[in-house]
């Protein structure tokens, strides 16, 4: 997994994503401007042998593209890994730099596009470049990975269009619809958990709350098999 995040890092092949996580990484916020942004692709996080993955839609322009870990540092990642820590998933609750000392249990967590695209909307051209990424990374992770939890539609659909590259399964047509708790298993493949996004968006209009995110990710990891008191 080491050479993977390696060299995904030093990915280029998005040159209108180059460019934005570049530009953002040097105009900078005002809050962040004695920070140094890490502006290149963010690797996914949490053990190689991980039973549960978090599958997300990419890096927040001043979130991971500014620490260089996914969901670390913004808004969305405040409510992720509070909620990963309520379920046993993690060791702290919060998740503010690289070297906070955040350890996952059982979790990794990735994106279906690896750098932070403007307005958080890649283009279907940039998801499909950046696709091989998550496949690879799905490939290290399949010996062990029982459950995923896509987080919104763009994740739930990119979980689909892995299912052969990683698991040569054709993916079922009509393909299964996006819900908050909607839940797919396909024979062969992990099972695929249906999750509201835990973006601002969705947080602070209530949309997703802490119950409903704390049943998804306390279901995945009783799916997971995934025993805390060992
Ligand atoms: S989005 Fe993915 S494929 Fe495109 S430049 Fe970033 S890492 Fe590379």
Redesign the pocket.
Known sequence: MRTLDAA??R????PR??AW?EEVATVRRAAFRDQEYWGR?VPGFGPADARIGILGL?PAAHGGNRTGRVFTGDRSGDVLFAGLYRAGLANQPTSVSRDDGLELRHTRIFAS???A?PANK?TPE?RD??A??LHRELTLLRPNLTVVVALGKFAWDAWWAALEPVYGIRPPSPRPVFGHGASVRVPGAPVLLGCYHVSQQNTFTGRLTPDMLDAILTGARHLAGVDLSA
């Open positions: 995904v890092i990915c280029r092949a998005c994503l180059v996580r692709p990419a596009v690896r750098c695209p890649p940039e470049t950046c091989p990424w």
